[in-house]
């Protein structure tokens, strides 16, 4: 390869880590932009009329303890929202932690455990400090026992698969892949959030400051690691019998080169 064409490939390289960077960084202050509004109108209670009449909305008209819907559709939504539970994410979490530790790839584990720990952090800081009651209007299809504001749940639902979905995606060969994967992520975030507020135990404006935070919080852990990348070691290993390659300088996040 002729220089002149590999400083073309470095130059688009890096023009791509920027851009990266460049969008996520967007995402990251509409997230928080559109989230402090969200906040706003709750605190001032404008939001109460709006988040009634969705409630009652994806309730019977008849009877308020039963969710439209047959009643397989309403297991079905204890068994999403069982997918943004403590025992559920806490499982994944350690299953792919100790995937990447076996790996010998010590950066990513570290992202992993803090970007999942720390949306727990802000999300427990979060309703201790906001402390909105629970609807009251329905009967909850589900054991609660915290605070509603923001929904834990999504926001963790949000924090753990976009967070899997980047780790996944990053190795996939194709562009295609890559969407199936976060697509994937998305839709496993929005169900865990839909079925909080269909069964009754959690505000429709709940869910969304969980869904803002949870994907906020993730993007700031990805720029972190992007970062941290530059100067972290990780070791690939031998695939198929191939020869161990040589340490590279980038964190496993890195864009493909």
Not at 69 to 77: A, I, R, S, V
Not at 134 to 148: I, M, W, Y
Not at 197 to 213: E, F, I, Q, R, S
């Amino acid at each position: 390869m002729k220089f002149s064409q590999f400083s073309g490939l470095l130059r688009q390289a890096r023009h791509n880590v920027e851009m990266t960077f460049v969008v996520i960084l967007s995402v990251i202050v509409a997230a928080t932009w559109a989230l402090s509004e969200l906040v706003d109108e709750v605190v001032e209670g404008a939001t109460s009329d709006v988040d009634r009449d969705i409630l009652l909305m994806l309730r019977s008209a008849d009877d308020l303890s039963d969710p439209i819907g047959p009643w397989w559709l309403e297991e079905m939504g204890r068994d999403f929202t069982a997918l943004g539970g403590v025992a559920a994410l806490t499982l994944m979490t350690l299953v792919v932690s100790v995937f990447f530790l076996l790996l010998r790839r010590w950066t990513t584990t570290i992202y992993i455990l803090v970007s999942v720990g720390g949306g727990i952090l802000i999300s427990s800081f979060a309703k201790e400090f906001f402390d909105r009651s629970r609807p009251d209007l329905v009967p909850h299809g589900s054991l609660v026992h915290s605070a509603s504001f923001p929904s834990g749940h999504s926001m963790m639902a949000a924090v753990a698969y976009l967070t899997m979905g980047v780790l996944i995606a990053r190795v996939q060969p194709r562009f295609h892949l890559k969407v199936y994967v976060m697509s994937v992520a998305v839709l496993l975030t929005v169900l865990v959030g839909v079925s909080r507020v269909y069964l009754g135990v959690h505000w429709p404006t709940d869910v969304a400051a969980g869904w803002l935070a949870g994907g906020a919080w993730a993007m700031v852990c990805l720029i972190f690691a992007r970062n941290l990348s530059d100067g972290g070691h990780s070791t690939r290993h031998p695939v198929d019998g191939a020869p161990a390659s040589t340490p590279e300088t980038r964190m496993d996040l890195s864009p493909d080169e």
